[in-house]
């Protein structure tokens, strides 16, 4: 158990990566992972893109405010809530289901990539109607997080965090 407290205090976002692809296997397990996450009536609202051509990196890269470590990451996964899966149990609530769903993954994503020795980081600042087009979402589905992953080739500090006592409410606001 303590193994697992220390992967999420180790955990940090990283945006340099070393030109080094990852072995088929371990992006699969490290979907798998993320699919592991909890998920509103056990419907797994999300679905996993693979991007690993130099095009769609590029692409996505622009997309995402022009971030262009993306592009230089083997491999990109992209998180999306898939609002028809939640939705036809949930109705309209069901967007909301799918949108916990795919974020839940993202991050046992993260602890994944960094149990396996890679680095990560959460992109959420990006233009979703661009993402949609070129990773040709379906109507009902949408992109919730760009996540690059690699080898890192940087060590960065943690960064810090708020006192506990700071966030932490008891009973009321």
């Known amino acids: 158990m303590e193994d697992c407290l220390k992967l999420l205090f180790e955990r940090v976002s990283i945006r340099k990566f070393k030109s080094l692809d990852i072995e088929e296997e371990k992006i699969r397990k490290i979907l798998e ?4 996450a909890p998920s509103a009536g056990n419907l797994q609202a999300r679905d996993f893109i693979v991007v690993r051509s130099e095009k769609n990196k590029s692409e996505l890269a622009k997309a995402a405010l022009n971030q262009m470590f993306i592009y230089e990451a083997p491999v990109v996964v992209v998180v999306c809530a898939n609002y ?9 609530r069901g967007k909301l289901y799918a949108e916990q769903d795919a974020t839940a ?15 990560a980081v959460w992109v959420g600042a990006f233009d979703e109607k661009r993402v949609s087009e070129i990773l040709k979402l379906p109507e009902n589905v949408r992109p919730m ?10 060590k960065p500090e943690r960064r810090s965090r708020y006192p506990i006592d700071y966030l932490t409410h008891h009973e009321k606001w």
């Not at 994944?112 to 680095?119: D, I, M, Q, V, Y």
Request: hydrophobic share 50%; proline share 5%.
């Open 145 to 154: 997080a760009i996540i690059p992953i690699g080898y890192p080739a940087e």
């Open 33 to 36: 992972a993320g699919n592991a």
């Open 105 to 119: 993954a993202v991050e046992n994503i993260l602890l994944a990539a960094t149990a396996l020795g890679f680095g």
């Open 84 to 92: 028809s899966r939640s939705m036809r149990v949930y109705g309209s």
